[in-house]
């Protein structure tokens, strides 16, 4: 069909009419002429002409014939350009990401060819599902085995029926805006990364489809109230997240974690928790930005700017990037930090519930036993109650009536 | 069964952009989008070139490799069409298209990408046949009418071909020896070469 379609643009009876003549002519000159029928389409040796000219061509210009060569460069387009020949140093160069130009307003359609999207769709099938994937297969088996091995980390002193307040409701709420907010960010894109291979069996591509179209939206504008919840938790927090002397006796003592009835003291973070508030607020930062990069296509040179300040320290990156490049490291780089923070958040929620008796109501019901915080927080617990003393005390008194 | 594919000849276009203008009127493409679109490459130097391009209709689609609500299929006339009906938006095809094909409507506030839309080599999408729908959503389905992709159909110069692909590299082969000198068959084949391309 498509063969008839276009034959049919050349085969008109006139033009039929015209490859017979050229035909006859061809013939006529194969006979005359050793060069062949190959000379019947090609002008004289000594015309003027863009066409690569054969060595025979050549040497038919020289002087010796006696015949003036009409052109100085030999058949080659003045001005040593490329005339009409192929290039292939310019073929190559269109691969490797030359931008031309383009009368439609969209500006970033001048770029051609821009190979780099072979690495990421190499790198977003291949490694970052399957690492991902890994990373947090990983980071369960080592929470079973941690809770195989080290059980629920119990209040060894038993619960004293005393509180003491831990979070007030400010705190809770910017602690559950951020929780919260992540949770439907990782669920939602959890879902674009492996609901092709994971759902679209089980649910068939149309309801998988209205799924993710909501998981876009959700991820896309819920995104912001990640944002708030990073900006209050970073408010609220940072003063009792700096490094302190006492961190050092925590790391040497394991932070307890491993051996029964070791408490190293704490203020009101301990270094584990320290090291969460930190990678939270640095990964949630770059999640950010990267994602405002992706949320606002085309605006920010965030990575050439990254790029440029990481060479000041000796990394020789690429600081000329083109705008679809950008999107793909802004992409690749929030899949590889969002399933980092995962795996830690994965962590943070096993010891915030099954892991550590107690510790949950810090962020439910904002009151922590007493017995609890000393043995978790004790320094702080000393802080509290200099401040004002009776802390823990009158949690008890308001707690009696129930007893 | 034909093996569809698109070629230019940059030997011939002479940047008219008659392509995109048949592509935008015969589609009825949408506003701010360009299914096909002409590049010009050291424009107003000597060596001066300028290519047509949109969808190549690969033989190995990478947005259909990345694609996380797997939209995409291939006929068996190696052209790559899409499902605007499971599309998302993700913008993932595009990332991964050398050529910058797949385009995308700005729905909604912040750069919120609309359904994808892209080159159909004028064959229609999933919907039935001339049916209203399709043509709505992805354009003319020429192909379905035994006619070619028009912008090829109507390119004076005869730079941008369309069809069989056994055929087009025979009126390309033929150019090539008629002219003396080759040139790249630019964007032919696989997406991505590979190492040794």
Not at chain 1, 124 to 140: K, Q, V
Request: charged share 15%.
């Amino acid at each position: 069909m498509a063969r008839a379609i276009l034959s049919a643009r050349w085969g008109s009876a006139f033009r039929a009419a015209l490859a017979c003549l050229a035909v006859l002519l061809s013939l006529a000159c194969a006979t005359a002429d050793p060069a062949g029928a190959q000379s019947s389409v090609r002008p004289p040796a000594n015309a003027v002409t863009s066409a690569t000219p054969r060595p025979d061509a050549l040497r038919s210009t020289a002087p010796s014939r006696g015949v003036q060569p009409t052109d100085v460069t030999g058949g080659r387009v003045p001005g040593n350009a490329l005339g009409s020949r192929s290039s292939a140093e310019m073929w190559q160069a269109l691969r490797r990401g030359v931008t031309g130009t383009v009368s439609i307003p969209d500006r970033n359609a001048a770029l051609l060819v821009q190979s780099q999207g072979e690495t990421w769709r190499a790198l977003r099938t291949g490694p970052i599902p399957l690492w991902s994937a890994i990373a947090l297969g990983a980071t369960f088996a080592l929470l079973v085995v941690f809770f195989l091995v080290r059980g629920r980390i119990r209040i060894d002193s038993g619960l004293s029926g005393r509180t003491i307040t831990r979070f007030n409701d400010l705190e809770r709420m910017a602690h559950w805006l951020l929780a919260v907010s992540f949770l439907v960010l990782a669920i939602t894109g959890l879902t674009i990364t492996f609901g092709k291979t994971v759902l679209i069996p089980i649910l068939g591509k149309e309801a998988f489809s209205i799924a993710a179209a909501w998981g876009k939206w959700l991820h896309n504008y819920v995104a912001f109230a990640f944002m708030a919840g990073l900006v209050l938790v970073f408010v609220i927090w940072v003063k009792d997240n700096l490094l302190s002397l006492y961190d050092f006796v925590w790391i040497a003592k394991g932070g307890g974690l491993l051996v029964k009835g070791v408490h190293p003291p704490a203020k009101k973070f301990n270094f584990g928790q320290k090291v969460i508030f930190w990678l939270v607020l640095l990964g949630g930062l770059s999640l950010s930005l990267s994602g405002l990069a992706l949320l606002f296509p085309f605006s920010f040179s965030l990575f050439a700017d990254t790029f440029a300040l990481l060479n000041r320290i000796g990394f020789d990156l690429p600081t000329e990037l083109a705008p679809v490049q950008e999107m793909q490291l802004a992409t690749l780089w929030h899949a590889i930090v969002a399933y980092g923070l995962l795996c830690v958040i994965i962590a943070h929620i096993y010891i915030g519930t099954i892991g550590m008796e107690g510790a949950f109501s810090a962020m439910g019901s904002g009151e922590v036993d007493l017995n609890w915080a000393k043995e978790h927080h004790s320094l702080w617990v000393e802080e509290v109650q200099k401040a004002e003393p009776g802390a823990g005390e009158s949690a008890s008194r308001q707690a009696a009536p129930a007893e | 069964m034909a093996r569809m594919k698109f070629l230019c000849d940059a030997e011939r276009c002479i940047e008219c952009n008659a392509c995109v203008t048949a592509c935008k009127n015969e589609n009825e493409v949408p506003w701010g989008i360009n299914r096909r679109r002409v590049v010009t490459i050291n424009d107003g130097e000597p060596g001066e070139r300028s290519l047509s391009v949109a969808c190549m209709h690969c033989s190995d689609p990478p947005c259909l490799a990345v694609c996380p609500v797997d939209v995409f299929y291939q006929t068996e006339e190696g052209v790559v069409l899409h499902s605007k009906d499971l599309c998302i938006g993700c913008g993932y095809c595009f990332y991964a298209c050398p050529f910058g094909a797949p385009q995308f409507p700005q729905v909604g506030n912040f750069g919120s990408r609309g359904k994808m839309d892209k080159c159909t080599f004028c064959a229609g999408g999933p919907e039935e046949n001339h049916s209203a729908a399709e043509f709505k959503k992805y354009g003319r389905n020429r192909l379905a009418e035994g006619k070619l992709p028009l912008c090829a159909e109507m390119c004076a110069t005869k730079a941008l071909l369309a069809g069989d692909g056994d055929v087009v590299s025979d009126i390309y082969r033929e150019r090539v020896v008629q002219r003396g000198f080759g040139s790249g068959a630019w964007g032919w084949g696989r997406a991505y070469p590979g190492p040794q391309g």
